[in-house]
């Protein structure tokens, strides 16, 4: 969807370096852009604002309010 360069011949580029896409890294070339990409979703998951507004069926107002997640 977002490919800002055309494919490299036989895998995609790495998502993180550009590089070459290694098989036993995919979809990276290297452990290390693996680990990188991790850091950034699980970083990028912790920056999400939580969403208030949960537009279910509207039959419940919301009285009382919602009790938080256990982790
Ligand atoms: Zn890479």
Request: include cysteine; hydrophobic fraction near 30%.
């Amino acid at each position: 969807m977002s490919a800002a360069a055309p494919p490299a011949a036989g895998g995609k580029p790495c998502p993180i370096c550009g590089k070459p896409m290694v098989e036993k890294y995919r979809p990276f070339c290297s452990a290390r852009c693996a680990d990188l990409d991790l850091h950034r979703w699980l970083t990028g998951a912790y920056a999400i604002p939580v969403t208030e507004n949960d537009d279910e069926d509207g039959e419940e107002p919301s009285l009382a309010p919602k009790p938080p997640r256990e982790d």
